[in-house]
């Protein structure tokens, strides 16, 4: 089938999305003399990406710097680096190439470079944003959604806390989905980042800031990521069902841009704080089953609209909780997710420190759970996935 190129708007960011969409870029980027690329040591090459956005920007003789230093689960040091090469160089607008932590990392810079001071006092709210360099995101995985909303992540090292800024300052001028530049995805990235849009949706759907809009796009992210993502991970070079997995997860993202996230979240972030090597997906998907068995008690027929698409069989009654949890860890398990928490060396003894950042710097996003989270509940949970009961 023919594979359509589109534009969609999202808060501030166009969204250029399909096939060869990296081409937008051209336009955006000529009114500029001096450019700063933020990327990672890998994808960016070897997906074609950072090849085909260099030749425009040689094409219009446009000076650029590039940065390719960017690591999984960024801290805010790394992020006020960055910021400082892009105020040296004295760029007029950046370019992050990559997914999530590329973004959000060129996303936070964006603010620092122009505004000063420390990421972690914007992170920590100390300081208030007033201004950022204009920014285009080249997405190449299909799981944050960062492209299509106005949030960033970064983790304070000092004290384990990975936070977010929401702001409208950090949409992206211009940004692009293109499927092409998935097709090298590794195995491992192609299952984590899916089901990071897959609790995208479920989370968009449920929280309290939930509604109407956001649940009829998380229902389409799930059905997307259900049909695709085995088709995805069967043969990488699929352009079509990199095609429907990056819809899906911007659909994710914009699901999240109005709706937020909450306990999964919550919970994930303080586990990659304290191990960065943690992949965001993957944290989200060991802790999911456990977490979605008290959404469904709580929202039975969101939930069932959701997870039908993974068990046809489940009702929208509370009962059915139970079993919805195991059809989500059976739905993982047979498309290859098979990380365990004690393979990141996490221990029982660990959860007080998990404990204090998620009811201290993850609040707002318990605060949105659709149901009262107690701390012995939180224990019961990580126990649980820790254990993988």
Not at 299 to 320: A, F
Not at 362 to 367: A, E, G, P, T
Request: glycine share 6%.
């Amino acid at each position: 089938m023919s594979l359509k190129k589109f534009v969609v708007r999202s808060g501030k960011a166009l969204v250029y999305f399909g096939p060869n969409s990296v081409s937008a870029i051209e336009k955006w980027v000529r009114k500029y003399s001096r450019v700063f690329i933020v990327t990672g040591r890998r994808a960016a090459r070897i997906s074609g990406a950072l090849d085909e956005i260099t030749k425009i920007l040689n094409t219009l003789d446009i000076k650029y710097e590039i940065f390719d230093g960017v690591v999984p689960n960024p801290t805010t040091a790394l992020v006020d680096e960055v910021a400082e090469k892009i105020w040296r160089f004295g760029a007029e607008a950046v370019i992050g190439i990559g997914g999530g932590s590329a973004i959000d990392t060129a996303k936070i810079a964006s603010i620092v470079s122009v505004c000063g001071g420390r990421a972690r006092d914007y992170m920590k709210k100390l300081r208030e944003p007033r201004s950022a360099l204009p920014l285009a995101a080249v997405n190449l995985t299909h799981g944050t959604g960062t492209e299509a909303d106005r949030y960033a992540v970064a983790t304070i090292e000092e004290t384990n806390e990975k936070v977010s800024i929401a702001s409208d300052l950090i949409y992206p001028s211009i940004s692009i989905d293109d499927p092409r530049y998935l097709r090298t995805l590794p195995k491992n990235q192609t299952i984590y980042t899916a089901l990071d849009a897959l609790y995208h949706a479920i989370e968009s759907a449920t929280s309290n800031a939930s509604s109407p809009y956001t649940q009829l796009l998380a229902e389409q992210v799930t059905e997307l990521v259900v049909k695709w993502l085995p088709i995805a991970i069967k043969n990488p070079d699929n352009l079509e069902a990199r095609y429907w997995l990056l819809y899906a997860s911007m659909l994710a993202g914009i699901a999240i841009d109005h709706g937020r996230t909450h306990l999964i979240h919550a919970l994930e972030h303080a586990l990659s704080g304290i191990r960065p090597e943690l992949a965001h997906g993957a944290g989200l998907a060991i802790l999911g089953p456990y977490i979605i068995k008290h959404i469904y008690k709580s929202l039975p027929e969101v939930m069932y609209r959701l997870l039908k698409h993974i068990d046809p069989s489940l009702e929208p009654i509370p009962e059915y909780a139970e079993k919805a949890s195991e059809s989500l860890k059976r739905f993982q398990k047979n498309v290859g997710f098979e990380d365990k928490l004690t393979n990141y060396g996490f221990k029982e003894e660990d959860f007080d420190k998990i404990s204090r950042l998620v009811f201290e710097s993850m609040k707002y996003l318990v605060d949105l759970t659709p149901f009262e989270v107690s701390r012995e509940l939180l224990k019961e949970i990580y126990v649980k996935a820790l254990l993988q009961e």
